[in-house]
């Protein structure tokens, strides 16, 4: 199997490392990174600005019928909402809530579903998210489930916001963790949780170089084994 065509699925909890994982990968793969959580933003921010329920069933149909996503795969990934630069707004903790609150409404999984999966047509590329594995992509060649105990999610976000200047305590992260992993894990549709064939890996103890070197060796693993 060539590298270049795999379809790597990775879902995991908030700040479990499956961005930077993913990045890395796709990186050294020579992959199309796709961030199907920036997606769900996306349309959580056209909700907020707007001033709509993120999870109002027939408010949401509306913002989805008007909100135009595009991911650009550059070195830093960006999104545009309608056309306009929306890759540092959708990072705020208001769009993080308003997300994982529009991600429970089935019109919305619907549609980014189906949009995601036109993404990933033709291969090569690695998709992170929630669901990839066992709803977006279910024939992926490679699987992975990215978890971590809270504190160390909520220590590394602690610290990625102090690098930006934000000064929220760990115990409020924490607590965001908490609220969004209950949510994520228990919405009716499409509920996080590791798909069986999933290579499942608890990251608290690892680095970043060590996360990529572990995803690497099962890639190699894989690939080779297909020749
Ligand atoms: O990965 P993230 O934190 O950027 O995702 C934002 C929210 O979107 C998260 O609360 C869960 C939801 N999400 C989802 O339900 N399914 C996905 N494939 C990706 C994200």
New binding site residues.
Partial sequence: MARRSLTIAI?GP?GAG??TSAQDLAQALGLRYI???????GV?WAAVQEGLAPDNRSQVRKILSRTRLTLSDEKRPRLFVNGVDASLA?RTPQV?QA??R??TVPEV?TF?VRA?RVLARGGGVVM?????GTV?LPNADLKFFLDASVEERARRRWKELRAKGKKDSLRSIASAIRE?DL??RT?AV?P?CASPDAVVLDTTHNSRVQVKRLLLDWVRRKTSRAR
């Fill in positions: 879902d908030a499956k961005s961030d199907t959580g920036a997606m769900y933003r959580a959708i993080s997300a994982s529009l991600a999984r980014l995601q992170e998210g929630r669901d990839i977006v969004r949510r994520d919405r499409s996080l």
